[in-house]
């Protein structure tokens, strides 16, 4: 049972606006910057958004994040087909000394 | 920086897991720390533990009493043990660059079994 809290699954069609919560508390999210890493089908993950909403060189500004309180969201506007796969948070969390957690992720399906 | 994982992809039950990262296109020190993070089959990502340039580790509590990480800046390359493996263990382990994983390696399948 993961400490940071993802839906398992999500879904949309090509064009629309998906998005994606990550839910913790005053130990980690309420308190650290998350970061969102895209994992597509067999491949190792990459790192999406870093503190909350910053996309490192090279991710299209479609994808964004938001915090509000303890829960961090992903963004997804103009979905495609190549955006189908595994989602996962992750902040650093006081709670368990020097520590990281992770969420379950969230599992895309573009129909 | 390119990270690639090393080590057998079979380890007996009860033995020691052991794994390197070898890192290329730049030095250990182009990061502060350095990462390791598994994912059992199907499962989500868990955090292993991280260690610094000058040798400070950090642990998860859920890992900290079988778990060592150690640096060595002169092979550029960073090591994962982890003791008294169980089935529980079988996951694919990926090194990264940064405590909260920048980048990562392509992973390495390791399977506990007898």
């Known amino acids: 049972q993961s400490v940071l809290t993802q839906p398992p699954s999500a879904s949309g069609t090509p064009g629309q606006r998906v998005t994606i919560s990550c839910s913790g508390n005053?130990?980690?999210?309420?308190?650290?910057?998350v970061n969102w890493y895209q994992q597509l089908p067999g491949k190792a993950p990459k790192l999406l958004l870093y503190r909350d909403d910053q996309r490192p060189s090279g991710v299209p500004a479609r994808f964004s994040g938001s915090k509000s309180g303890n829960t961090a969201s992903l963004s997804i506007s103009g979905l495609q087909s190549e955006d189908e796969g595994h989602y996962h948070c992750?902040?650093?969390?006081?709670?368990?000394?020097?520590?990281?957690?992770f969420g379950g992720g969230t599992l895309l399906t573009v129909l | 920086v390119l990270l690639q994982e090393s080590g057998p992809g079979v380890v007996r039950p009860s033995g020691t897991l052991s794994l390197t990262c070898d890192v290329s296109?730049?030095?250990?020190?182009?990061?502060?720390?350095w990462s390791w993070i598994r994912q059992p089959p199907g499962k989500g990502l868990e955090w292993i533990g991280e260690i610094s340039n000058s040798g400070t580790t950090h642990y998860h509590p859920s890992f900290k009493s079988r778990v060592a990480i150690s640096i060595d800046m002169s092979k550029n390359q960073f090591s994962l043990k982890v003791t008294s493996v169980t089935a529980a263990d079988t996951a694919i382990y990926y090194c990264?660059?940064?405590?909260?994983?920048?980048?990562w390696g392509q992973g390495t399948l390791v399977s506990v079994s007898s």
């Open positions: 990264a660059k940064g405590g909260l994983a920048d980048s």
């Open positions: 296109g730049g030095s250990l020190t182009t990061a502060d720390w």
């Open positions: 992750a902040a650093w969390d006081d709670s368990l000394n020097v520590s990281a957690v």
């Open positions: 005053t130990s980690n999210i309420g308190i650290h910057l």
